[in-house]
């Protein structure tokens, strides 16, 4: 996996590229989809036979509206690179995030 542009969320990957999620999360729900498609795994493998680019995205949920402090960080490692995306929450107000990351195929 390559980090493009200098940017976590635009990245690349080899076909049979297997990529390991990891979800970090203090006062927040995470929740995943990979292609459209609800996510709970560790890993999933870049298959250019299936779709080009893959999207996985990424919904949090600050789960304390009254104090806040809600953060979360989701990290996608190939071949010994690391993208990382944080997100804190600015206000207990804020009640949610989103981001998503695009992995094209070379």
Known sequence: MKIQNDNALDLSGKDGEVITVTV??????????????????????????????FFLAVGGVFTDRKKGEGAF???????????TRTATQFTPKEARRSFVFTIDIA
């Open 24 to 53: 970090a999360r203090s006062k927040a729900q995470v929740d995943l989809l990979l292609n459209g498609k609800p996510f709970d795994d560790e890993t999933f493998e870049l298959d250019k036979s299936k779709t080009d680019p």
């Open 73 to 83: 960080s989701v990290s996608l490692s190939g071949n010994g690179i690391t993208a």
